[in-house]
Structures are given as C-alpha cells and as structure tokens.
C-alpha cells in the first residue's frame, strides 16, 4: 500500500485533490480532469504485470471504444511511473446512489424504474461484449445532478473492477456479500455469468424502492448464509403501492437458481415495465442500445474489435436450450483450447477414444464394429431362422455391443450349447478388408475356439472382460474435469 497523494498531484491526465476511500486493495481519489470536470482515480494494489491487470486493461479499452451513455467515461487506464495501476473515471456533479438513498430515502417508482431501464441498458451492453460487471451496487451507481431530460440520470461505474481484484487476492473473503448472487458465493466461476448481473439489479431496485437490503447480517458469514439459503421479504409487504408486476418481475430476478430467473436483462426490463409505456426521454436515451438498433450494433462491433486477439471464449455456454433459456453453464473471458464440451470428452472411456486421425477433427469418436463383426452380423441378416447372438473376438470387447438375456430354456442360449464344442475361424480377406474409423481390423492368424461353457458361465466371462470398470469411468470424468479447469485458469 502507497502513501497517501498530496492535493494538487498530477497522475496521468488529472490532478489529485483529495482521498476519498482506502480499502486493502484500492485506493480511492477525488480528482479533477483536464477540462476542470470532476474525475475519480482508483489506485489497484495489483501486479501490473500479472493477467487480471492485463485483461482488465483489455476491458477497458472496450469500454472506452463502446462509448456507452449510461457507462461513466474512462479517461484513462495505466501504470504510474514508480508502477501503480491505477484508472481514471469522468464524471459530473452528483454523488452515488448509496448516498442518495441514505440522505432522500426510497425512489419512487417511476425514478427507481427509470434508473433501472439506465443501469440495464448498460449491462446489456456489457453482456453483448461477453463481459460481466460482477460488484454492482448503490457504490456503483453515480447519479447526475444535470439537468438532463431524463430524471434521476445515472451511470454505471467500475466494470470489471470486482473480477480483477478477486483474482489478485484469491482467498480473500467476498467483499459486500449482500449484493452478490448465490453463484457468486458458493459455485465456481464458470457459474457466474449475465444471470448475476441481472440478480444485482434486482437487487439494487429492491433497496431503492424500500430503503431496505433483502439480506443483511451481523457478520459476512450470516449474510452469505441469508443470500444461499434464505427468502427476500415481498416487495409489497414493505411497500404496498408498488404494482405487482414490479413485484413479480423483481422477485423472479432475485431466484436463487440462475436458470430460474429472466432469459436476459432486457427482457427483466421488459417484464418491470409491464404494459406501461416507456418514457418517451428514457426511450431515446437507451431505446437503441435494448433493442440492438444498428448504431448501438456498431457501436459493439467496434468495441470488440478492441479485444484480445488470442483465441478466447469469452462465453462458453452448453445446454443452451431454446425458447430462450438461461444457459446453463456460462464463462467469461476464458482462453482455453477447446470449449468445454471438448474438454469434457477426455473423460471417455480408454476403450472408446480412437487411435490415429479423427474421423471429426474436434473430438474423439467412439470405435465402430470391427470387420468381422460386420461379417458375422452380414451373416446373421442372410438367415432369418438361424440368429447367433455370441459375438467374439473384437464384437465382444466393444462398447456398442448390447446385452444379451441368456436363458437355459431360450433359444438363443440353445444356440449357444450347440456351437459351443465348434471352432469359429475369423479372418479377414484383402477383398473384403475394411476398415472402422481410423482403425483398421487385423487379419486373425488363428481360428478361436470356444470352450464348452454354460449360458450362464458365458455371460459373466463376457461381463468381465469390460475393459472399464464404473469406478475407471468416474475416475477418467474427474480427470477431465480437473483438467478442463487447470486449463482455464491457465490460459484465462
């Protein structure tokens, strides 16, 4: 941790005044910028050579490029000269919704739903870019004293400064935990996708309609017990004039399974409005940025053009699901080799993964039939009336062969019986060579006999020669697992 700035020092672009807030991890400063407008400055104890600073600048250049009217202007993101990351933010004459709530009490509903359409239009900006604001909060909401056509004007404030202080101090304990989603405390991160941010909206309108936190405790560990397992008070048990669909659509933001709450922000937004028409100001503030009108599409695809030129997933989603469901699995900025689903596919088993090309050149593919499966099986189609279902040699051993019932009394296991004393050569001609896959089945350069054995006997040798025990198989998903996220954490 640096000293304290003396008023009147010049970091970057802007002059330091005085210092607002000292954390163990940032340090807060009131600034002025070029212009004589007011500024902020926060100083990030971080590595500046480390990858959370080295992202977070590649965010904020985004940002910066996407020039978003409800996203506070970043005037500036760098390293001091004796090497202090730090970034500049442009402001106006205002204060923080925290404050605001603390010296007015609640909004109304109309300004708490006006904030909301703000502060939504820029997170779905941000979802748009595949990043994530991960620490919303009154903290973080600036409202503007200007006298803008659309009142109470807000702007979003530190995207991204949540992710990139978490990661510099893993292990730290979650600061402001009555404002994060149950995600956020008790899964990994790749469960911590948009559905968060829409959570701490609906979490930042319930505080703003009530002057009430849903959940808070004594101490962090209560309230992060509170936020996984406990209830929010209806909205309308502590304030009866707010409409219920205001009531419903927050409370449906607020389920503790992501999968449960709105498909996207905009859509939450949607649902808040009701059958009420938007402010016709607000509409031309954020109306294009909601309803991904060209400008606000190109505003984005410039803004991602400003994004890390490495091969990144910056949202991996499986079991996206139609209709517009929640994905299931979401991650942020992670550089990987291959998607998860890819990852995953190390977990199959040894006996299915195939040796040589690929016949996909994405993932592994399990071995077919061997030839001289194909040609007993040819031989079983040609005689309807005469069905050997033992299947030997490389038929036994693979995956795709089904389970026989073996009966004393069933025909089957009569065939059995009588072909048990015969030799079965199984060979492969060069006309009829073929091969499965990127495999190609050998020649047999022996005939294989067939030990007489009873039906029952048969079956439980044809069960132990499984290569794959379920304790193999479990033991190879974990492995891909835990390899799947060594890998994230590695490139990401």
């Known amino acids: 941790m640096g000293r304290e700035l003396p008023q009147g020092s010049t970091v970057g672009i802007c002059t330091i005044e005085r210092l607002r807030e000292r954390t163990g991890l940032c340090e807060m400063y009131a600034a002025v910028g070029p212009s004589g407008q007011p500024c902020r400055v926060s100083f990030f104890h971080v590595d500046p050579d480390g990858q959370p600073w080295h992202r977070f600048v590649a965010e904020s250049q985004q940002l910066a490029t996407l020039q978003h009217p409800c996203i506070a202007e970043i005037l500036e993101t760098a390293v001091t000269s004796d090497g202090r990351p730090y970034q500049a933010l442009g402001l106006e004459t205002g204060e923080e919704l925290s404050a605001r709530l603390r010296k007015s009490g609640a909004l109304t509903t109309a300004e708490a739903l006006v904030c909301a359409q703000q502060i939504g239009a820029a997170l779905h900006s941000l979802h748009a870019l595949d990043l994530i604001h991960r620490g919303l909060n009154p903290e973080r909401v600036f409202v503007c004293e200007s006298g803008d056509a659309v009142r109470p004007r807000v702007r979003l404030l530190d995207a991204g400064v949540t992710r990139l202080l978490d990661d510099s101090a893993a292990g730290a304990l979650v600061s402001n935990p009555e404002y994060k989603a149950p995600e956020q405390l008790t899964g990994f991160s790749i469960d911590v996708g948009p559905a968060s941010d829409q959570y701490a909206l609906a979490l930042l309108l319930y505080q703003s309609l009530t002057s009430s936190r849903p959940f808070k405790a004594d101490s962090a560990a209560a309230t992060i017990m509170q936020v996984v397992r406990g209830g929010a008070e209806s909205l309308r048990a502590l304030r009866p004039d707010i409409p219920r669909g205001v009531e419903t659509a927050v409370m449906r933001a607020l389920a503790k399974e992501r999968t449960g709450r709105y498909a996207s922000v905009a859509e939450f937004l949607t649902a808040l409005q009701g059958s009420e028409p938007i402010d016709q100001s607000v509409d031309a503030l954020v109306g294009s940025w909601l309803r991904s009108a060209d400008s606000a599409q190109a505003a984005i695809r410039q803004a991602q053009s400003q994004a890390d030129s490495k091969p990144s997933f910056q949202v991996v989603a499986l079991q996206l699901g ?74 036994a051993t693979s995956p795709a062969a089904p389970a026989l019932p073996v009966s004393p009394q ?75 996220f060594i890998l994230r954490h590695l490139f990401g």
Do not use: C, F, H
Not at 420 to 439: F, H, V, W, Y
Not at 466 to 479: F, N
């Open 410 to 484: 069933g025909s089957a296991s009569g065939k059995i019986a009588s072909t048990a004393s015969e030799k079965i050569p199984i060979r492969q001609d060069e006309s009829q060579s073929e091969t499965t896959g990127p495999l190609t089945v050998p020649a047999a350069s022996t005939p294989v006999a067939l030990a007489p054995q009873s039906p029952g006997v048969a079956l439980l040798q044809s069960t132990a020669t499984k290569p794959s025990s379920i304790v193999e198989r479990v033991g190879l998903l974990l492995v891909g697992v835990v390899l799947g």
């Open 322 to 395: 139609g209709g517009g469901a929640v994905p299931s699995v979401i991650e942020d900025q992670a550089t990987v080799p291959n998607t998860m689903e890819e990852v995953m596919w190390l977990a199959v088993p040894i006996e299915r993964i195939a040796y040589g090309e690929p016949s996909s050149p994405s993932r592994p593919v399990a071995i077919a039939e061997s030839a001289a499966a194909k040609k007993v099986a040819s031989a079983e189609d040609s005689d309807s009336t005469e069905r050997n279902p033992l299947i030997t040699g490389a038929i």
